[in-house]
């Protein structure tokens, strides 16, 4: 002999579902009302706004970039440079400079 006890659904689906639907039915009636439509637009102007500042600063990053990439390419064009010995060569012998 088994014991089968009629216990309700412990998950909570039923009730989930029901309170989803009240909820999205009164968020849905509220959305289509004059203050419901407003608030959506600020959302939405929010939202773009948002968006296309982190477009500006995307593009700011990159020329922030670029531009250290070339000041570190002179950098090191510069020290290079500075690195050489300068001294003038008449068939592959440096000159001396002059004796006073």
């Known amino acids: 002999m088994s014991q089968h006890s009629q216990q309700p659904d412990?998950?909570?689906f039923a009730s989930g579902l029901f309170f989803g639907l009240i909820i999205g039915g009164a968020l849905g009636y509220w959305l289509q009302t004059k203050?419901?439509?407003?608030?959506?637009?600020?959302?939405?102007?929010?939202?773009?706004?948002?968006?296309e500042q982190?477009?500006?600063?995307?593009?700011?990053?990159?020329?922030?970039?670029?531009?250290?990439?070339?000041?570190n390419?002179?950098?090191?064009?510069?020290n290079h440079s500075s690195t050489?010995?300068?001294?003038?060569?008449?068939?592959?012998?440096?000159?001396?400079?002059p004796s006073s």
């Open 10 to 12: 412990q998950s909570g």
């Open 35 to 51: 203050s419901g439509q407003d608030l959506l637009k600020k959302l939405k102007q929010t939202t773009t706004d948002t968006l």
């Open 54 to 71: 982190l477009d500006q600063d995307d593009l700011l990053q990159t020329k922030l970039e670029r531009a250290q990439a070339l000041v």
């Open 73 to 78: 390419q002179l950098e090191s064009k510069f």
């Open 84 to 97: 050489r010995n300068r001294t003038f060569k008449k068939d592959g012998q440096p000159l001396k400079p």
